[in-house]
């Protein structure tokens, strides 16, 4: 058989790798916080059926002959470039500018990492996210607290009843890891830390590199729509070049057994 209809095969198998981050990018291109992914490419192995400096007649040869065995994708890595910010008017809401996670505590105990500023009050007064899990450090809202306010630096104070400072809830960290990429992500805008991505540090907004709360905002996906769009096409050309070498290895066959 063919080697070209193997290499293809392997083109065909990662162009569809690709245009699965590319659909799941733009699926996610309204999701408050969300990283796109992309697709590298690595070329598989070679046989080498001639080394190069050896040649016939004992003439030392240039260059090598060696055939490769198609491509495959080597890692989808996440691009952890600042999204827009938009302005929502939720005095709950924080976006972050510059780099940095806020924590949660998950279910089962577990601390997880998020971009989503998307803050509300549970039934116990705790700040959590959308999803009711709780940011560390704990930060509690008594009920007849009003006009919530956090700063910059994430110092959380409220106008308390009885009470003629506005009082000092608590304060939101920021979490930076060395390689951010290392993250694995779990969904619901969750990521999880790694060996890869290095331990966590944990510090206050503004402080050793990290990003500051914006109140009243939230972070976009960082998602160029057009830009998906321009990779979707090259990604379809390209799956469609690959199809082209199986159509052509196949008339080559087909022409060889009908030789007579």
């Known amino acids: 058989m063919f080697r070209s209809l193997h290499i293809a095969a392997t083109g065909m198998v990662a162009q569809e790798t690709k245009l699965d981050a590319i659909a799941n990018n733009l699926a996610n291109s309204n999701t408050t916080g969300y990283k796109r992914q992309s697709a590298e ?28 065995s198609g491509a495959r994708v080597v890692a989808t ?12 008017g939720n005095p709950l809401d924080v976006a972050i500018e510059g780099a940095g996670f806020l924590q949660v ?41 009003t006009n919530v306010v956090i700063g910059s630096d994430g110092t959380v104070t ?22 951010p990429g290392g993250l694995n992500a ?43 769009m321009i990779d979707l096409i090259r990604t379809q050309r390209a799956y469609e070049i690959n199809t082209k070498i199986i159509t052509a290895a196949d008339e080559m066959l087909r022409s060889a057994t009908q030789v007579r």
């Not at 990521?191 to 966590?200: N, V």
């Open 41 to 68: 490419f690595e070329d598989l192995l070679y046989q080498q059926q001639r080394g190069a400096g050896v040649g016939a007649g004992g003439v030392a040869a240039p260059t090598a002959v060696e055939l490769g």
């Open 105 to 145: 505590q998950r279910d089962d105990g577990t601390t997880a990492y998020t971009r989503a500023g998307t803050l509300k009050v549970d039934a116990s007064g705790r700040l959590v996210t959308s999803d009711g899990l709780a940011i560390e450090p704990n930060i509690t809202v008594p009920p007849d607290a």
């Open 77 to 88: 890595p996440r691009q952890f470039s600042q999204g827009s910010i938009q302005q929502t």
């Open 186 to 228: 779990l969904g619901h805008n969750l990521y999880l830390a790694s060996a890869s991505s290095g331990e966590a540090n944990v510090g206050d907004a503004g402080a050793e590199g990290r990003g500051r709360f914006m109140q009243g905002a939230l972070e976009g996906s960082n998602v160029e729509v057009v830009t998906e």
């Open 158 to 179: 409220a106008e308390v009843a009885g009470q003629a400072q506005p009082a000092q809830l608590g304060k939101l960290q920021l979490v930076t890891f060395a390689n």
